[in-house]
């Protein structure tokens, strides 16, 4: 079946302007995870979702980003007036179940790259 | 919060040879994922240990997990060209908390 499918693929904006990622995650799974990774670095967790809900929003950098998922099904990251600094690959990941119960493995996206100009 | 440690951060080895990435964590685990990410791509989940000592192989790699499940390590032998790519580990302290904690990842380069 289909994969994890993120969009779009690469997005060049200006500072200042807001930009939406969209995650569409395996059907079935109901965690999704979002991710950041900057050139040549590990990955930083943003947020997940276990359904619709974000029980911990704590990995967000700041309040500029924001999170939200409908349907249990597709999410957006929205981040606010864009800095240079959120320059980065942003992946999503979506799991069947919700770690801590034996775990489950994540399936990412290709991810979108962020370029802020 | 939960600290992870992964080294060495760059291995550089001739094809042939064997290469081997480790994971530290400041706490106790409920279980460790390892993924692989070739230059490029993305994260691709290689395999997950739960069990304190627990030791799994695949083809060529084997994966270990601590007797305490603090620590982890993954060994590649006879590398080839396709192993290039970056191996990270994943962390769960399992319980309430859902976050999977990624190491800063090892990058192999193989030379043939």
């Known amino acids: 079946g289909a994969g994890v499918s993120q969009s779009p693929s690469n997005k060049v904006t200006e500072k200042g302007k807001d930009v939406e990622l969209r995650c569409d995650p395996i059907?079935?799974?109901?965690?999704l995870y979002w991710y950041r990774q900057s050139l040549g670095q590990g990955l930083e967790f943003l947020i997940y979702?276990?359904?619709?809900?974000?029980?911990?929003k704590s990995g967000l950098p700041s309040d500029r980003f924001s999170a939200e998922r409908t349907g249990g099904s597709v999410s957006t990251l929205t981040i606010q007036r864009t800095q240079q600094e959120d320059s980065a690959v942003y992946l999503c990941?979506?799991?069947?179940?919700?770690?801590?119960?034996?775990?489950?493995?994540?399936?990412f996206g290709n991810g979108t790259r962020l370029t802020v100009t | 919060g939960q600290q992870v440690m992964q080294i060495p951060q760059y291995q550089h080895v001739q094809e042939g040879e064997d290469f081997t990435t480790y994971c530290n964590s400041s706490?106790?685990?409920?279980?460790i994922q390892w993924y692989k990410q070739r230059p490029g791509g993305h994260p691709v989940f290689l395999i997950q240990?739960?069990?304190?000592?627990e030791v799994k192989k695949q083809k060529r790699l084997t994966f270990q997990f601590g007797e305490a499940k603090k620590n982890s390590s993954l060994h590649i032998t006879a590398t080839q060209t396709t192993d290039v790519g970056t191996y990270f580990c994943?962390?769960?302290?399992?319980?309430?908390?859902?976050?999977?904690?990624f190491g800063k990842g090892t990058l192999l380069t193989v030379n043939p």
């Open positions: 990941a979506s799991s069947l179940a919700m770690l801590g119960l034996g775990g489950s493995p994540l399936h």
């Open positions: 059907s079935g799974h109901t965690a």
């Open positions: 979702f276990q359904g619709n809900s974000a029980p911990d």
């Open positions: 706490t106790t685990l409920s279980n």
């Open positions: 240990l739960v069990k304190s000592g």
């Open positions: 994943a962390l769960n302290s399992g319980g309430s908390n859902y976050k999977l904690t």
